[in-house]
């Protein structure tokens, strides 16, 4: 049962991100056939869109009563980000320039977006007041001081997001440009991102109790690893085609998207609250430890070295190793 729930959760989570990127497309088409251009429409969806799958997650196990899964999700999604989702990429890549420009802004936000919420929700409990500060925080960068950069990175997944993520999980020969089928595609795919989510978050609860482990864990572990997938994607396309900005822009905004607007939701529709304090606190050290790991790597050199991608993945090993073995 154990087995059959844990593939479901991982088979589940493809059609997930399937939905997500069918919403993506079809958003982007609908905004050319609108003429409403780039800017105002896809590119701040298509700059959050490989976040997709952590948002609906977020948002269904909030109503569901289940917000800590959420928040397993999110820690667990930003420690797979920079440690197997960097590592993997640049060890394909063998190695990855950084612009310097990341090293005195981005890198920054990005790490305090990221601990933010775990000083939050230290007191136990992730609240309203809470969500609304992480919202804020997230509209600062959307719109403040770091916009030029999100925009950018919507604009590249303009040309990027059928070729990487959605060809990843569907080949299509072509889609059609009218306005009405583009709708339908679009609402097709909030459905499905829903009724996957929601079916997600009903087989995490039902693993949880059947191991007899925090919610929280599956977040953390299986359900991160299984969301994290378009960022791979994503970043392995933008290494291929030399775009490291790209690379590193993708993962650290998807780490502010996750800590800040993700969460944010979610504790707005309901508060969350800590119970597994010991995990909790393994996944802040793991978070912080591969951070600062990465940060240095990229700091030293100004690139991300082959060797330094495997030290990566052997942090995210180490990770896995201690999660379970505590349970």
Do not use: C
């Not at 959420?70 to 993997?88: H, P, Y």
């Not at 604009?155 to 440009?177: A, P, T």
């Not at 775009?243 to 993700?262: A, H, R, Y």
Request: glycine share 8%.
């Amino acid at each position: 049962m154990t087995l059959l729930l844990t593939i479901g959760i991982i088979l589940t989570s493809i059609v997930l991100i399937k939905a997500a990127d069918m919403v993506v497309v079809a958003i982007r088409r609908i905004s050319k056939e609108m003429k409403t251009g780039v800017f105002a429409i896809s590119a701040l969806v298509l700059a959050i869109g490989t976040s997709f799958p952590e948002l609906f997650v977020g948002i269904t196990s909030a109503l569901e009563d289940t917000p800590n899964l959420a928040l397993g999700v999110v820690i667990g999604s930003n420690i797979a980000n920079i440690s197997l989702i960097a590592g993997l990429s640049a060890l394909i890549a063998g190695s990855i320039r950084v612009h310097e420009n990341y090293l005195k802004r981005d890198v920054w936000i990005a790490l305090f977006a990221g601990i933010l919420p775990l000083v939050l929700v230290f007191d136990g409990t992730l609240n309203k007041v809470d969500g609304l500060i992480l919202i804020a925080v997230y509209l600062s960068y959307a719109t403040g001081f770091f916009r030029k950069r999100f925009i950018a990175i919507g604009e590249n997944r303009q040309e990027e997001e059928e070729g990487v993520v959605y060809k990843l999980f569907r080949k299509f020969n072509s889609i059609d440009g009218e306005k009405r089928k583009e709708f339908g595609k679009l609402f097709f795919g909030v459905a499905l991102l829903l009724f996957s989510a929601d079916v997600i978050v009903k087989m995490s609860r039902a693993l949880a109790i059947e191991v007899n482990i925090p919610i929280f864990v599956i977040g953390l572990v299986i359900l991160a690893v299984g969301t994290s997938l378009p960022e791979l994607a994503f970043s392995i396309k933008s290494i291929k085609e030399h775009e490291p900005s790209m690379f590193f822009g993708n993962l650290l905004g998807s780490i502010i998207v996750n800590s800040t607007l993700i969460l944010g939701l979610t504790s707005l529709i309901n508060p969350i609250k800590v119970y597994a304090i010991e995990e909790y606190f393994l996944a802040i050290l793991t978070f912080l430890a591969v951070f600062l790991s990465f940060w240095y790597f990229i700091r030293s050199k100004h690139r991300l070295d082959r060797w330094e991608s495997f030290l990566l993945l052997i942090l995210y090993a180490i990770f896995l190793i201690l999660e379970f073995s505590g349970i």
